[in-house]
């Protein structure tokens, strides 16, 4: 690592800034990102092999060449070392850490040296892809940026065994996630063109060689994505924009304190300061990077909302090119640098404190319920509801996955655990596929009020039974027991076929009573 050969302030200043930003990851056993509870089920799954017998009626693991198994390779290898959940903080951890260090080490390929530039990148590492729980793509975009650094520093040296090296870590980003490489080859490409096109004549041959060497690295995981990637006959192969409902959701999604709680103010202030620094000619923006800015820009704000079956789409680049914006930033005003380095140190900090905070609540809530789920009986189907009502207008994302807790301790299944055919090895048996979530599109838990429809079979009373919930049809004929999350609210009327089982500060665990034409599998 070149980044800390000759180690100055600006780089020392790095190596904190990435010790602050994972601190709130090791202050709780289980941090509130929605995701987080699915994915952490499925290493469990992956590394216990599903043999659990509590699970092994449910679950079975089924490996592909399938481009999203970076955790899912990472976490059970090790976990043979270590507790699955200390594997799963390694893992996020790692992925938090090339987020800071990447746009260093991109800055680093450029100018030769560390600035203060990058501290500001580093306040991007805690965006929505990682308040969500994306994991995969988050870990994956991380080695993208210390991928692209390093195709930027060997520049002038890319023989065929460091294009061959190239080839073999892109392969490989590939298989940690698709989206992440295809990023990749987009911010690749364009750099090769910028830096064609800043030279005083260019010449045809040169970006034949240029954009040639960079399409060589890319062919083994083009191969892989045509012939080894698995086709789900079923899969959901719509794109939507949505840019009306989702246009404030890209604005927002480069930096969020915590999960749905965007940063409006510090992303104004960084965008003031960096008009005022070009205009006043403190800073400057690399030449050669001008041109994948503006591709990575309008990518992301032409990116769908749905693509391949995925949500989120929109949500991916709106922190990549924030980062690269600031990695290829050069304050040259010293006493300006000093003065950026200071503040941004003093964000990442606050920032850092205020998740620890927020993660710190919900983690005892948590616990709570993973207590709760440790005393029922194993081999239970579980179902997750809200109460809206209840819940109000407070963002109740963070509790979509928390009954997958129960996969692990005591042994369960759950409607919302990831086991989509083309972007999951760990699958549902075949007698129970048909009463789970099959897509992203029917990854949210239902609402209680709309329980009453769903054992009756009213599709056309409420347009979320037919397009989210078509699989929770006659839900009492398939599930035991509900986990209904109310928070603090006055709750709703509970359906005659739910008898409180356990009650919660925050949840209410009811058993499910089938009606007499139910015919249980």
Sequence with gaps: MTLFRRPGWAAVAVIFAAILAVFPLWCVISPAMPDYPAHLASYYLIATGAKAPAVAQFYRIEWAFIPNLAGEILVPLLAKLMALEVATKLFITAGIVMWVV??????????????AAPLIA???????NLMWGFLNYYFAMGLGLLIFAAWIATEDRR???????????????????????????????????????????????????RLGVTVIVFVPSALALLFLKPRDPDADTDIAFNFADTWLDRVTAALQHQHDDPAFTVPIVLLVFLVVALWFGWAKIH???????????IAAFLAPEWA??????????????????????DIHVRKVAVATGAVALALISYNAVALTSNWRDYDRQFQEFRQAAHALPPGLKLL???????????????????????????GAVTQLMFTTPDQHVVRLNDVYRPFAAASAEEGSP????????????????????ENVFPYLMRYQCHYDKAVVIHLNGPRTRVPVLLHLYRAGSFFAIYDIHPTADCARP
Aim: hydrophobic share 50%; proline share 6%.
């Design 102 to 115: 990447g746009p260093a080490l991109i800055y680093r390929a450029l100018y030769g040296r560390v600035g």
């Design 384 to 410: 997750t509801v809200l109460d809206g009502d209840a819940i109000g207008m407070r963002s109740d994302q963070p509790y979509w996955h928390i009954t997958e807790f129960a996969i692990i301790d005591p």
């Design 122 to 128: 580093a306040i991007f590492a805690y965006n929505a």
């Design 446 to 465: 239902p609402d209680i009020d709309e329980l009453d429809d769903l054992a009756a079979s009213r599709i056309d009373a409420d347009e979320d039974i």
């Design 308 to 329: 391949m079956g995925g949500w989120g789409v929109h949500l991916r680049l709106p922190a990549v090119f924030a980062a690269l914006v600031f990695a290829a930033l």
């Design 159 to 209: 023989t065929p065994t460091r294009l061959a090296g190239f080839a073999l870590v892109v392969t490989i980003l590939y298989f940690c996630h698709l989206f992440a490489c295809a990023t990749l080859a987009l911010m690749m490409g364009s750099y090769e063109l910028g830096a064609w096109l800043m030279r005083p004549r260019p010449a045809l041959r040169e970006i034949c060689r």
């Design 287 to 297: 030449r050669r990077m001008l041109l994948p800015l503006g591709i990575v820009g």
